[in-house]
T-cell receptor, first 116, second 113 residues
């Protein structure tokens, strides 16, 4: 059974600081997704990482993927209050088409609070 | 260019009633997925459907829950004889064949009273 583990599950940090959220998964996969969810809202796609060594950046967020270590990281640089949200990583279930669009297994999420 | 449309946004049902949740995938997408999110939890996969076919329902509870994606019309997630434990947010996502991502709807928040 595919497992996706995020840590930390809860993170409170001050504006201007840097931090990293970690996502480990238990089976071979070369597709990993990061989403943001605000309270009571849907999921906003942040990054889709499709291969080993992939690195993507958008604003103060940068995501990377190491398929050999089965690890992805989401790095926050110089955090601002607007980044407060819950962040999920997810991995393709890949049970039918060798990694195709077969649905996702999600981590439990990291609740991020950024204080002024 | 509408995204994934779910309705209703909020649904209140009394214990024992039926709940029907609807999802229209994004234009050009033929794959639909349903997820359930309990409070303070991540999303849990329930079922994967293509038109007129259930591909994988391994995440669906064995009783009271069913899903369909007919040739015409939206995908429907049906919960019969709802219980308080069914209260959750239900999200639908869609993707296209060979695509590299999923688009999520806004969710239906089901409350069972």
């Amino acid at each position: 059974e595919l497992k996706v583990e995020q840590n930390p599950l809860f993170l409170s940090m001050q504006e201007g600081k840097n931090y990293t959220i970690y996502c480990n998964y238990s089976t071979t996969s070369d597709r990993l997704y990061w989403y943001r969810q605000d309270p009571g809202k849907s999921l906003e796609s942040l990054f889709v990482l499709l291969s080993n060594g992939a690195v993507k950046q958008e604003g103060r967020l940068m995501a990377s993927l190491d398929t050999k270590a089965r690890l992805s990281t989401l790095h926050i640089t110089a955090a601002v209050h607007d980044l407060s949200a819950t962040y999920f990583c997810a991995v393709d279930r890949g049970m039918y088409s060798g990694g195709g669009a077969d649905g996702l297994t999600f981590g439990k999420g990291t609740h991020l609070i950024i204080q002024p | 260019n509408a995204g994934v449309m779910q309705n209703p946004r909020h649904l209140v049902r009394r214990r024992g009633q039926e709940a029907r949740l609807r999802c229209s995938p994004m234009k050009g997408h033929s794959h639909v997925y349903w997820y359930r999110q309990l409070p303070e939890e991540g999303l849990k996969f329930m079922v994967y459907l293509q038109k007129e076919n259930i591909i994988d329902e391994s995440g669906m509870p064995k009783e009271r829950f069913s899903a369909e994606f007919p040739k015409e019309g939206p995908s429907i997630l049906r919960i019969q004889q709802v219980v308080r434990g069914d209260s959750a947010a239900y999200f639908c996502a869609s993707s296209r064949t060979g695509g590299n991502g999923y688009t999520f709807g806004s969710g239906t928040r089901l409350t069972v009273v």
